[in-house]
T-cell receptor
Framework: NAGVTQTPKFQVLKTGQSMTLQCAQDMNHNSMYWYRQDPGMGLRLIYYSASEGTTDKGEVPNGYNVSRLNKREFSLRLESAAPSQTSVYFC??????????????FGQGTRLTVV | DQQVKQNSPSLSVQEGRISILNCDYTNSMFDYFLWYKKYPAEGPTFLISISSIKDKNEDGRFTVFLNKSAKHLSLHIVPSQPGDSAVYFCAAQIQGAQKLVFGQGTRLTINP
């Protein structure tokens, strides 16, 4: 059971380059999330998708775009990478129908460095 | 505006003793709370949760306590084991909302 799979695991970008982080889950979950983890800041929500076809901004959406491609896949795009986007990115999914009380499952993360 | 706060960046505890990790929140609308554990180079994994209608939830060595009047929750680990060394995040949710809000994390180190 793969759970939540993120690709790539590591990436180095030059300032101004673009890239897409991929995320797929095989648990038939409705809700999917993108977080970034920075030292001393914890996990901050970038974007989320409550269900297929919907996306909403989280706490730190600037500089990012997302696509909920289907129920399984939720991608995060950096159009023009900046050094401030150097971080570890986590994708998560949750069976959160109606905001029900369920835990989120996380992928292993993508470590992104922008130079 | 940090709605969920873990004010201790790190904690060191001797093996076999009790570990107590603390978390404070400011939004009184939060009604479900979770603790996650994270090892280096891995994603966070769910540990234990508590609904606001309870003040305590136990699962083996792990107990979470909720004090709604103080807007405070704590995670107790008894007895602490070396494998418990990790970063612990608390998180909070509002019923009907899809977002989980996380704290900054506390790095727990269990010393032999």
């Amino acid at each position: 059971n793969a759970g939540v799979t993120q690709t790539p695991k590591f990436q180095v970008l030059k300032t101004g380059q673009s890239m897409t982080l991929q995320c797929a889950q095989d648990m038939n979950h409705n809700s999917m999330y993108w977080y970034r983890q920075d030292p001393g800041m914890g996990l901050r929500l970038i974007y989320y998708s409550a269900s297929e076809g919907t996306t909403d901004k989280g706490e730190v959406p600037n500089g990012y775009n997302v696509s909920r491609l289907n129920k399984r896949e939720f991608s995060l795009r950096l159009e023009s990478a900046a050094p401030s986007q150097t971080s570890v990115y986590f994708c998560a999914s949750r069976d959160g129908i109606g905001g029900a009380y369920t835990e989120a499952f996380f992928g292993q993360g993508t470590r992104l460095t922008v130079v | 505006d940090q709605q969920v706060k873990q004010n201790s960046p790190s904690l060191s505890v001797q093996e076999g003793r009790i570990s107590i990790l603390n978390c404070d929140y400011t939004n009184s609308m939060f009604d479900y709370f979770l603790w996650y554990k994270k090892y280096p180079a891995e994603g966070p994994t769910f540990l234990i949760s508590i609904s606001s209608i309870k003040d305590k939830n136990e699962d083996g060595r792990f107990t979470v306590f909720l004090n709604k009047s103080a807007k405070h929750l704590s995670l107790h680990i008894v007895p602490s084991q070396p494998g418990d060394s990790a970063v612990y995040f608390c998180a909070a949710q509002i019923q009907g909302a899809q977002k989980l809000v996380f704290g900054q994390g506390t790095r727990l180190t269990i010393n032999p």
